[in-house]
């Protein structure tokens, strides 16, 4: 199994509303990303989570809080979002201990904020 | 973090080979080169990546200069569906997993 799963594909939210994306993967990676993909723009790092710690946060607005329950699950927890925060949310996933390895990426969730 | 430079777009006819460079002239001796795609609304896919050597696998090869500056992926025969935005990425190796995206460049195969 060589895939990252994320759900939900699509999501629209008021700006008062809570809610949380996920991730899962069992390849056994251990280590756990979250972009933010605008239209038209690269991908940009949010988050990174080693062996379930957090160990990379740019600076992203406390808004947007992850969580790594266990070794094969990432959330994202959503609250009081903006509309400018509307884009395509990407998880992705790697090996931990090398950095001779790939990383996976699912499909994503595009969030709409109303 | 090393610096990559990509031109925004290329063409390229379909059934010919799509050759797509990338400047990473600040990147340092034990940083790896990598090379993902996108295509439209999906996640990104990785293509290939090499240290040093020149790399090929089923989807691609890898040629990376001697002094590491550029390398240059080639896609030997492109089809419609290698329409994409192609990113080349430099991974330090000191950053905690961070793999960041730069602009990379929208290939556009033509029939």
């Known amino acids: 199994d060589t895939e990252v799963t994320q759900t939900p594909k699509h999501l629209v939210m ?7 994306l996920k991730c899962e993967q069992h390849m056994g990676h ?22 379930e710690k957090l160990s990379i946060n740019e600076s992203v607005p406390s808004r947007f809080s992850p969580e790594c329950p266990n ?25 931990a201990g090398t950095f001779n390895t790939e990383a996976f ?6 969030l709409t904020v109303v | 973090d090393a610096k990559t430079t990509q ?8 059934g010919r080979a799509a050759n797509l460079p990338c400047n990473h002239s ?17 996640g990104p896919q990785y293509i290939i990546h090499g240290l040093k050597n020149n790399e090929t696998n089923e989807m691609a090869s890898l040629i990376i200069t001697e002094d590491r500056k550029s390398s240059t992926l080639i896609l030997p025969h492109a089809t419609l569906r290698d329409t ?28």
């Open chain 2, 84 to 111: 994409a935005v192609y990113y080349c990425i430099v991974r330090p190796q000191s950053s905690n997993y961070k793999l960041t995206f730069g602009k990379g460049t929208l290939l556009t195969v033509n029939p």
């Open chain 1, 14 to 20: 008021g700006m008062t509303n809570k809610k949380s």
């Open chain 1, 105 to 110: 990426f699912g499909q994503g969730t595009r």
């Open chain 2, 7 to 14: 031109p925004p777009s290329m063409d390229c006819a379909e």
């Open chain 2, 26 to 42: 600040t990147i340092s001796g034990n940083e790896y080169v990598y090379w993902y795609r996108q295509i439209h609304s999906q």
């Open chain 1, 30 to 51: 251990r280590a756990m990303y979250w972009y933010k993909q605008k239209a038209k723009k690269p991908p940009e790092l949010m988050f990174v989570y080693s062996y």
């Open chain 1, 71 to 95: 070794s094969s699950l990432l959330n994202l927890h959503l609250h009081a979002l903006q509309p400018e925060d509307s884009a395509l949310y990407l998880c992705a996933s790697t090996l």
